[in-house]
Structure formats: structure tokens, C-alpha cells
């Protein structure tokens, strides 16, 4: 079982180790490498601007921090990013830390109806995990993936 909170300082190194994976990096739509000065700069901005919500999934049980999902919110929509721990890929984690992060964003956010998302065409993963909490493909732009979900109801079931 998954549970969220919001990202706080202790969390900025792993965050940034896990942005910085090769994979992950190849997955990103910026792939470049993210400087440690340059990473604390924008963590300590991100934690005091109302308009991005930074969140950590953890392991229930173990409190093993599995994932990284960031909104940026703008008006009622808010772009979503997902970034798993190298360590838990392939585990079946990802869905379930992207609904409950999304039920966290929608908490805080109750004004939000649309969440979105950019993807890189080659990244499988996301597209499916995206697809699969009920973001539907809007269109493609220079291998990238645009998808949208349209809150209905108060809750995101």
C-alpha cells in the first residue's frame, strides 16, 4: 500500500539522484544532467511556491520512498510527473502512487479539473501508467505525447 505526503528537505537528494538516472534522464523531456546547486536552487523554490506541489510516495509499510510526482498548476489544470525510484521500477508501483498523488493534489486543490501530462513517445512506461488512471491522448507534437484527465466528480476513483 502506497501512502503520499509532501516533499520536504531530507527528500532533495534522493529526488535528485533519481532525476538524474540514466534512464530516467533518457525518459525526461530534458535529459540533461541537473547540477546538485542548480537542483537545490529550484527543490528550495519549488517548496515555498503555492503553484507546484512536489509529493513522495512511500512503502506503507516499509516507509521506503518509491516515487516523485510534481504538479505544476495553473488556473484549474495542473501538469502532472511522475518519477519512480530507479530501486522499485518494475514493481507495479507507479499506478497507484500516481491516483493517490493526484487524490492528494485534488485535496489541496479542489479548483483543479484537469490534470495533464507531456511524455516522451518513447517512454512506454508512463504512456501506459497514464493511460491507465484515465488520461486520455489529446495529440502528438515532436515525439511528445499530450494527455488530459477531466475530473468528473469530486473524487478521482
Known amino acids: 500500500m502506497i501512502k503520499v505526503r509532501k516533499a520536504s528537505r531530507p527528500d532533495s537528494k534522493d529526488i535528485h539522484k533519481w532525476r538524474n538516472d540514466e ?11 541537473i547540477e546538485w546547486d542548480d537542483h537545490v536552487k529550484w527543490f528550495e523554490s519549488s517548496l515555498i511556491n503555492d503553484r507546484r506541489l512536489l509529493l513522495i510516495c512511500e512503502e506503507s509499510d516499509s516507509k521506503d520512498k518509491c516515487a516523485f510526482v510534481k504538479f505544476e498548476i495553473q488556473d484549474n489544470r495542473a501538469l502532472t510527473s511522475i ?26 486543490f479542489p479548483s483543479i479539473l484537469f490534470f495533464d501530462a507531456e511524455i516522451k513517445k ?22 511528445v505525447l499530450y494527455y488530459e484527465l477531466t475530473i468528473k466528480s469530486e473524487e478521482f476513483s
Open 83 to 108: 518519477n519512480l525510484s530507479p530501486c522499485k521500477r518494475g514493481k507495479g508501483l507507479a499506478y497507484e502512487c500516481l491516483k493517490k498523488a493526484i487524490n492528494f493534489c485534488r485535496s489541496n
Open 122 to 143: 518513447v517512454n512506454l512506461a508512463s504512456k501506459q501508467i497514464f493511460e491507465k488512471s484515465g488520461f486520455n491522448f489529446t495529440q502528438e507534437l515532436k515525439e
Open 23 to 33: 534512464l530516467t534522464r533518457k525518459m525526461s523531456l530534458t535529459s540533461d544532467y
